[in-house]
């Protein structure tokens, strides 16, 4: 009898982020543990500032300028970010909540032990991001490139990958539940033992067939 089909991973849940009213925004209302809400920011940069521990809800910026800002410990719900350019990023310890990034382009980006929930990240190229000890539940990248993504040690839960490419995928430790990778280029896998929870293709597991093989041992001779 043929095998009943595997179930796919659940699709993440991402709430459209709707804003209305938005007042016109400056740099001047953003500084470190300072509350931002309801504003408008166009063409900003905010080069070099420390932002730490602000909290930005019910914001939208189109155009923004990052490099070497601080966003430590920061709070962000509710907000739309379009065409962020940070070529270094610091922003560990950092909650997310129905955030939507695109087109941006980020380079070194920190994001160590965040927190993301209902997170959209399109059309974007990033270089390595760090995003070790994090928790991501309900978050979809797509039409993404990424050099390398590192989420060892991390939480994944109804993650999914549309139309993505990723050179190095570091997941040592990582727990992942219904985490979709049908959708993404895989090169180079570290941490295979931690794909339990993944779905893959069946094209994914041709090509990482060798490193399952070499995982447990096998000799496969050719």
């Known amino acids: 009898m043929p095998s009943a089909a595997s179930p796919r991973a659940r699709a993440p849940r ?7 009213d938005l007042s016109p925004g400056s740099a001047d209302d953003l500084a470190p543990g300072a509350l931002a809400e309801g504003l408008s920011f166009t063409s900003l940069t905010l080069d070099g500032l420390n932002l730490s521990a602000i909290t930005i809800t019910e914001c939208a ?8 800002t601080s966003l430590r410990s920061a709070s962000i719900t509710d907000t739309t970010i379009e065409q962020l350019n940070a070529p270094v990023l610091t922003a560990p310890r950092t909650r997310l909540t129905d955030v939507s990034i695109s087109s941006s382009r980020l380079g070194s980006a920190d994001l160590y032990d965040t927190r993301w ?30 050099d390398e993504l590192d989420i060892a040690s991390a939480k994944l839960e109804r993650v999914q990958f549309v139309d993505c490419r990723v050179g190095v995928l570091s997941l040592t430790g990582a727990s992942l539940s219904n985490v979709d990778l049908t959708g993404l280029q895989l090169q180079q896998v570290d941490g295979i ?3 339990k929870g993944a779905t893959i293709s069946d094209l994914q597991l041709s090509l990482l067939a060798p490193l399952f093989a070499g995982h447990l041992g096998i000799n496969v001779e050719t």
């Open 117 to 146: 929930r209902s997170v959209a990240i399109a059309h974007s190229k990033l270089g390595f991001v760090n995003l070790r000890g994090s928790e991501l539940i309900d978050v979809r990248f797509e039409s993404c490139s990424i």
């Open 193 to 195: 033992d931690s794909l």
């Open 14 to 20: 991402i709430d459209p982020v709707t804003l209305t």
């Open 61 to 68: 910026f189109d155009g923004l300028s990052a490099h070497e």
